[in-house]
């Protein structure tokens, strides 16, 4: 059989047969990660790039092929996620850019457009390196374009093309040090050759239904069930036999920062020179008018403030590089169960690092610009404004229902099970979210309402850290917090009313008097999770003895606690409080000293301090 052209038709059933094909592959190349950053994400972020591209044409069915690609291309650079990911967007972009505006496309117009595609995406590292996905595109690209002057028959180029890729792919394993070392291939070219085997089995079938067989392809209706990154995602026992390689403790930068940048006249070129001063591993795809970025960088607030001054930045993402590598070597470990949480949980980001727990984080809008919570929010410029502006107000959203999946989805990977210890749900979505992004999942996740916030909801997460690292099971986890909670001592000291006043809950003669007398409100959680005035103390200078007041009141001298302090911009203060307690305390006690997160520092306000506690056990 003889295809001189691919149509709409044709094209579309391609490229979903090649994303279905990465996609059944994400295990495996997570497994063989090790390059540029061995955090066990590849085929991940890949198969977002790839389900997206899927899922945007399950119900697009144009004759023209142009629209296919271009429709591929906005979805594919919307939804890339990592080095790898922004690279397959990339490389579709151009080719969209291209053929865009055919009807049909010969085997010497997809030849030659590949081959632009190869070199622009190449462009768009500042850096690009051999051994990798770029080695294997230009390979693929110019055996296409070689193949494409002998015959006109797209299914004999391809197939021809496709060999050359996989001798290409191999060749990955001896061109980089990192590779050689793990005797693997490079994954993100080994993820771009799996979707050219998918679509090289399309062509020479022209049908799906052997690729979709499988159950875990298709939803209860019967459809093609395109949320991939709902299901587990791989038994990392299934692929002992490969060796992820790290030096996270030496790594030079940590976090993956990822964004999308609307605007008119983008530099792509000036943005990627910028971005080159602040980390590594940059990408920079898209056009003039929407740009996709990837960096590996220390401080993605930095990143997005330069992305700021630019255009319309949205869709930000930062994944700590240093975390993925930790849960991708503890999965070999007695430890069963991964520990996920909210961004109404505080806890030092040392502690998160060290036990490997992951934050699920909500959104802070600043000055009418929304970024997530944690590093992609610099915390002491926040405290600055606040100091500095007396109108200067920011405001919460909870986390999306995407960002509780990607959580899942990373645990999923290199967890046997999960326990999600949310925020309370009395006073947030938060926690619903987090259910709904659960169920995908089945039994693997179980799920906790903590009814509380910032610091208790912190200590109920450390620990739920502590037997999660001892050995039992996420269910047994669950009923011991569920007991936990009854027990549970904290207290919120507000010391600057502005923000209660300005958000409607501080007002009328409540705030009227408050403010005359000098008077502060002492806030809780009610055993139903409500927030709940637990009393109200004479001025700001009082705050650490009231709150020290009401530790000595719940715990007795010489008691064993753990206790946990957190603050808003108030560290000498709280490490004060913390010094008084463990006065008081047993010297077995343990104290934590955290920032407060910003759904309680939103209302509570610059100068807060809270105070948690729990009886250690034994």
């Not at 092929?65 to 579709?92: D, M, W, Y």
């Not at 070689?146 to 021809?160: G, P």
């Not at 802070?364 to 100091?387: E, F, H, N, S, W």
Request: charged share 20%; hydrophobic share 45%; with cysteine.
């Amino acid at each position: 059989m003889k295809i001189s052209y691919l149509d709409g038709p044709r094209l579309r059933m391609a490229l979903t047969a090649g994303s279905l094909s990465l996609m059944q592959n994400i295990g495996s190349l997570n497994a063989i990660n090790v390059f540029p950053v061995p955090d066990g994400d590849t085929g991940t972020n890949m198969a977002s790039t790839a389900r997206a591209i899927s899922a945007s044409l399950a119900t697009f069915c144009p004759k023209n092929a142009g629209s296919v690609l271009k429709r591929a291309a906005q979805s594919a650079l919307a939804a890339a996620k990592g080095n790898s990911g922004a690279i397959l967007a990339q490389f579709f972009s151009v080719l969209a850019e291209e053929l865009g505006h055919e009807a049909r496309i010969s085997a010497k117009q997809l030849a030659s457009a590949a081959v632009l595609a190869a070199e622009e995406t190449r462009r768009a590292l500042s850096i690009p390196k051999e051994g990798t996905i770029l080695t294997v595109l230009h390979d693929w690209a110019h055996a296409l374009h070689e193949k494409a002057q002998q015959s006109d028959d797209i299914l004999h180029v391809f197939i021809a093309a496709y060999e050359s890729a996989k001798t290409s792919l191999a060749k990955t394993k001896d061109m980089l040090p990192e590779m050689r070392r793990a005797g693997v291939v490079d994954a993100g070219a080994k993820g771009f050759v799996h979707m050219l085997d998918g679509i090289t089995q399309f062509i020479k079938s022209g049908s799906l239904k052997e690729m979709l067989r499988a159950d875990k392809w298709r939803s209860a209706s019967g459809e093609i069930a395109h949320d991939v990154l709902a299901e587990p995602l791989f038994d990392i026992q299934a692929h002992s036999e490969f060796e992820i390689l790290a030096d996270a403790d030496n790594a030079t930068f940590r976090y993956c920062t990822e964004a999308l940048v609307h605007g008119d006249k983008l530099d792509l070129d000036a943005m990627r020179a910028e971005l080159a001063t602040i980390g590594d591993s940059v990408v920079v795809a898209g056009s003039k008018s929407l740009a996709k970025i990837h960096v590996h960088a220390n401080s993605p607030s930095l990143v997005f403030d330069m992305l700021d001054l630019l255009g319309f930045v949205e869709a930000h993402k930062v994944d700590d590089m240093k975390l993925q590598t930790k849960l991708a070597h503890r999965a070999r470990g007695v430890q069963t169960c991964t520990i996920v949480t909210d961004t109404g949980c505080d806890l030092p980001e040392a502690f998160l690092l060290e036990h490997g727990v992951l934050k699920v984080p909500a959104l802070i809008t600043i000055d009418g610009k929304a970024r997530p919570d944690g590093p992609a929010l610099a915390i002491q410029k926040v405290y600055r404004l606040m100091k500095e502006r007396p109108d200067f107000a920011m405001s919460t959203s909870q986390p999306t229902d995407a960002a509780f999946s990607r959580a899942f989805a990373l645990a999923s990977a290199h967890s046997k099970e999960i326990l999600y210890v949310g925020l309370t749900s009395a006073l947030s979505g938060t926690f619903q979210a987090g259910v709904r992004a659960t169920r995908a999942l089945g039994g693997k996740i179980v799920a906790v309402d903590s009814k509380t916030v910032t610091s208790a909801q912190g200590l109920l997460v450390r620990r739920a850290v502590e037997m999660a690292e001892g050995g039992r099971d996420a269910q047994e986890i669950a009923r011991r917090l569920e007991g936990l909670r009854g027990q549970l001592v904290f207290f919120v000291a507000v010391r600057n009313l502005s923000s209660l006043i300005r958000s409607g809950r501080l007002h009328g003669l409540k705030s009227l008097i408050l403010r005359k007398f000098g008077l502060r409100p002492l806030l809780s959680t009610d055993q139903a999770g409500k927030a709940k005035t637990a009393g109200i103390y004479m001025g700001e200078r009082n705050t650490v003895t009231t709150l020290l007041s009401k530790v000595k009141k719940a715990f007795p001298s010489g008691s064993r606690v753990e206790l946990h302090v957190s603050h808003v911009d108030a560290a000498a203060d709280a490490q004060h409080l913390a010094d008084l307690c463990a006065a008081h305390l047993h010297r077995d006690s343990k104290i934590m000293i955290s920032e407060m997160g910003p759904v309680l520092a939103s209302l509570a306000w610059r100068g807060a301090i809270s105070v948690a506690g729990l009886p250690l056990e034994g």
